[in-house]
């Protein structure tokens, strides 16, 4: 079976996460979550209090990050480290998701992860989903799926995830915080959030993750299989 790329783009707490990790594991494919490689630049930033409007500093502090993904076996997931430091739960608090959109915009972070992330996919047989995968990171990807939810079903998966870890939140909490991230998202100058011309749609605002699943399986096995006769010919 030719391996591919799967490139996941979308909004906020869409569910492309929750996805990409279930095509990896179906397919035996890596999954790489870019969002959790900017949020854990937002983290340094803010725990190393570097003024991200000030180049110099961010050139500095990005010399001194180093982002990687361990498999746990207990969560049956990739979990994202920090200098060594696992940060999968720190890195999903409210502090760091009020603060990254600000950082992702900044040219010299995308320039560094995005080359990062063109590395990891190098030899394909890669899921990630971000904001610019289909676009900036693999243009080339043989699938591209751009998700996106009603705004009030957003809220209140992010809400309901954030109970679970014990946030203390309010529902207006969570729906300014993700306005606010999709206004940057899709007009930063650097790599916005758009659906690439080749992209799939993928709403899942009716879907169950069974059903979207299914979806995206079906679409990854057409391209497999027009990628393995493309080889053939």
């Given at each position: 079976?030719?391996d591919?790329?799967v490139?996941?783009d979308?909004?906020?707490?869409?569910g492309?996460?929750?996805l990409?990790?279930a095509?990896?594991?179906?397919?035996?494919?890596?999954?790489v979550?870019?969002?959790?490689?900017?949020r854990?630049?937002?983290?340094?930033f803010?725990?190393?209090?570097?003024?991200?409007?000030?180049?110099?500093q961010v050139?500095?502090?990005?010399?001194?990050?180093?982002?990687?993904?361990k498999?746990n076996?207990e969560?049956?997931?990739?979990?994202?480290?920090?200098?060594?430091?696992?940060?999968?739960?720190?890195?999903?608090?409210m502090?760091?998701s009020?603060?990254?959109?600000?950082?992702?915009?900044i040219?010299?972070v995308r320039?560094?992860?995005?080359?990062?992330?063109?590395?990891?996919g190098?030899?394909?047989?890669?899921?990630m989903?971000?904001?610019d995968?289909?676009?900036v990171?693999?243009?080339?990807?043989e699938?591209?799926?751009?998700?996106?939810?009603?705004i009030?079903?957003?809220?209140?998966?992010r809400?309901?995830?954030?109970?679970?870890?014990?946030?203390?939140?309010?529902?207006?909490?969570?729906?300014e915080?993700?306005r606010?991230?999709?206004?940057?998202?899709?007009?930063?100058?650097?790599?916005?959030?758009r659906?690439a011309?080749?992209?799939?749609?993928?709403?899942?605002?009716n879907?169950t993750?069974?059903?979207?699943?299914?979806?995206?399986?079906?679409w990854?096995e057409e391209?497999?299989?027009a990628k393995?006769?493309e080889?053939?010919?």
């Amino acid at each position: 079976m030719k391996d591919i790329i799967v490139a996941i783009d979308g909004y906020s707490s869409c569910g492309k996460s929750t996805l990409a990790r279930a095509l990896a594991a179906k397919y035996h494919y890596a999954y790489v979550d870019s969002g959790a490689m900017y949020r854990a630049v937002t983290l340094y930033f803010l725990n190393n209090d570097v003024d991200w409007a000030n180049e110099n500093q961010v050139l500095q502090a990005l010399d001194h990050i180093s982002i990687s993904f361990k498999f746990n076996p207990e969560t049956d997931t990739n979990e994202t480290y920090l200098n060594g430091l696992n940060v999968e739960y720190a890195i999903r608090d409210m502090r760091v998701s009020a603060k990254v959109s600000e950082v992702s915009k900044i040219k010299a972070v995308r320039v560094a992860l995005v080359q990062f992330q063109q590395d990891m996919g190098e030899h394909r047989g890669i899921v990630m989903d971000g904001r610019d995968i289909g676009t900036v990171v693999f243009p080339d990807a043989e699938l591209k799926l751009f998700m996106t939810a009603d705004i009030a079903i957003r809220v209140q998966r992010r809400y309901q995830e954030l109970l679970a870890k014990g946030e203390s939140i309010t529902i207006e909490q969570v729906t300014e915080n993700l306005r606010h991230r999709d206004q940057i998202d899709t007009t930063r100058e650097e790599s916005p959030l758009r659906q690439a011309k080749d992209a799939l749609v993928l709403d899942n605002t009716n879907f169950t993750q069974e059903e979207q699943l299914a979806l995206a399986s079906k679409w990854v096995e057409e391209r497999i299989a027009a990628k393995q006769q493309e080889i053939e010919w």
